[in-house]
């Protein structure tokens, strides 16, 4: 298992020239963690050998644009099942370190009918080509998303329960992003199933909940 996160950690490059990086990751630390970042209190505990925490309501409309700049709307995503997270390209670590284990999951599944998705949480300054290069170049099944302002990003987070704070930055223009960093699992019909917060996600952790997820979709979390 831990040679397995080593290497997905591994999969996703710098962001960019100009901001440090982790050694032992690659992974970018140019931003700071804002203090007093927002928990979120999730509705469902972890139900028998789930990994991640099972909820069940309807998805939130999600209807944005990707880096090509097409319209991509959950809605037309219905039969597949979506992994959504919200980040930015100057995260310290944690929106790497998903998205890099996010990467090697799908890369073990090659599901065709899986999609993951990243809301950019800083369209100001996480641009189209960035983007693509950093997320949608990885995989077909790869898209990011461009909300049209922060504003419009921090709304759409908080329809999902995860809540984005946006601080003054250190040199008077650039805002640092404080967010739950919370992994969103949504299956076919359009429900929200899973949540993983950021100390759950694992590429273990996921395929052991895909492959239970074959099998369960329909009576997970029963009413």
């Known amino acids: 298992m831990e040679a397995r ?49 099972v909820l069940k309501r309807p998805s939130p409309a999600v209807a944005l644009h990707d880096t090509n700049g097409l319209p991509v709307a959950l809605e037309d995503l219905r039969g597949q099942t979506i992994f959504l997270m919200f980040g930015y390209l100057r995260c310290p670590e944690r929106c790497h370190t998903q998205a890099a284990t996010l990467h090697a999951f799908a890369t073990a599944v090659e599901a065709p009918d899986v999609r993951f998705l990243f809301v950019a949480l800083d369209p ?5 080509a960035e983007l693509a290069a950093y997320f949608d170049a990885r995989d077909p099944r790869f898209r990011a998303l461009l909300p ?4 419009a990003a921090a709304a759409l987070a908080e329809q999902f ?14 805002q640092p992003v404080a967010h739950a960093g919370h992994v969103f699992v949504i299956d076919p019909g359009g429900v929200v199933r899973l949540v993983y917060p950021a100390g759950r996600l694992s590429v273990d952790a996921l395929l052991a909940d895909w492959q239970r997820a074959q099998t369960a979709w329909n009576t997970l979390l029963e009413t």
Do not use: M
């Open 5 to 53: 996160q080593q290497a997905a950690e591994r999969t996703f490059p710098a962001c960019g020239a100009g901001r440090r990086v982790l050694v032992t990751g690659g992974l970018c630390a140019a931003a700071v963690l804002l203090p007093g970042v927002i928990n979120l209190a999730l509705a469902g505990p972890t139900v028998g050998a789930w990994h991640g925490l």
């Open 124 to 128: 100001d300054h996480d641009n189209a």
């Open 148 to 151: 049209p302002s922060r504003s």
């Open 161 to 174: 329960r995860s809540p984005v704070h946006y601080g003054p930055g250190d040199d008077g223009r650039v």
